[in-house]
């Protein structure tokens, strides 16, 4: 079972049990006293007895020694802005223990929101063989050199790309594999004609370029492709896009909200123009509830197994998840199934990683790139009718690489 471990060491509930040493005295009863005659011989002393024997406790600092399973290490924030996403993950690893009865690992979890870096060496310090996590790419990339001096693997949740490899793996949904999806099957219905709106962000500019790409690849072509500021500047970039109106099809690489508010803007001048979204769109989990966005597009993993997974997390925790939580529970199906041949006290068996035929979980198929990003069989779904329908089912596995 998960076990937490907060800021600052706690001590070990260890109770000893006292050994009991009852010296019995001998009672001398005499009816008279004889007062004898000559020098008193005073008796000869008596020999202490020995010192009680004190079991071997072995108490150490850190979490106990437990030869039996593996150590590893889960890294999320537990406290400050992030913690409720980071308490989901936590639960959720919780929850795969629990499922699939694993006797052979033992996950305890470290704040990062109180300082990433010394989370991973405290970790290490306490024998973690394999770290899940952190959540966030700044944490990613103080924890992975910690880890890799240390011979720990990392399997983060992280989908910036930028910070995969030498021992760093990511589990995150990497936006240029939802962007290629939805293009391709955007060209399966006849749109040829593209137009994107990107804001100015990190994740804008991966966007961009994964959105090019994957346009040229599907033999389309990019009319516009237009920067926005978050907060402000929407409208102004939808301007300019209309001067190269109509589309068949405008890519919005943000999330839903920034969407249903675009999409009357560009509709204004291209009324049949479908709206293309990313694997943010299925964060959302009020998504049907924005008429802007009926009929729309975005490409995700498949939400099939995690309704039912999040079902199971209302009943056990009393209350829903948050969507990335399934991360931390494929994480675990992935360690307890490497677990099945990794000998308890070992090294983590790195390569097992790369398999080719890769994993499955609540999110469907996946394995790990050359570059240690996670590749997904992802889904297409259309906004409609209050939610969410599939429209291309997510592919059951992979071919070879």
Sequence with gaps: ???????????????????????????????????????????????????PVRPQTDVEAGIPRDTARNRVALLVPMSGPN???????????????????????????????????????????????????????????????????AGVPVIAFSNDAGVAGQGTYLMGYAPQQSIERVVGYARTRGVTNFGGLVPNALYGTRASTAF??????????????????????????VGRMAKDAPFDAVLVADATGTAAAAAPLIRRGSPSTHLLGTELWNTDTGIGAKPA?????????????????????????????????SLGYDAVLLTVRIARDWPA??????????????????????????????????????????????VSPAPSGFGRR
């Design 1 to 51: 079972m998960a076990e937490r471990q907060a800021k600052g060491q706690r001590g070990l509930g260890l109770r000893l049990s006292r050994l009991a040493v009852v010296a019995a005295a001998g009672l001398l009863a005499a009816c008279s006293t004889v007062v004898p005659r000559g020098p008193v011989t005073a008796p000869p002393p008596r020999e202490a007895p020995p010192p």
């Design 83 to 149: 913690a409720g996403v980071g308490r989901s993950i936590a639960n959720a690893t919780q929850l795969a223990l629990l499922d699939t009865r694993s006797e052979q690992v033992r996950v305890t979890t470290y704040d990062t929101a109180t300082g990433a870096a010394a989370a991973a060496r405290r970790a290490t310090a306490e024998g973690a063989q394999l770290i899940l996590g952190p959540l966030l790419a700044d944490d990613v990339r103080q924890v992975s050199p910690i880890a890799r001096a």
């Design 212 to 237: 090019l790409r994957a346009v040229e690849a599907a033999g389309g072509r990019v009319v516009s492709l237009q920067t926005f500021d978050r907060g402000s500047g929407l409208g102004a970039a």
């Design 293 to 325: 966005l009926a009929g729309a597009w975005f490409a995700s993993v498949s939400d099939t197994l995690y309704r039912q997974y999040a079902a199971k997390y209302r009943a056990r925790f009393g209350t829903g998840p948050y969507r990335l939580s």
């Design 345 to 390: 006290g070992s090294k983590f068996p790195e390569s097992r990683l790369r398999s080719a035929e890769g994993f499955g979980g609540v999110d469907g198929a996946f394995r790990f790139g050359r570059d240690g990003v996670a590749e997904r069989s992802l889904e297409v779904q259309e906004v409609r009718g209050g939610g969410t329908v599939t």
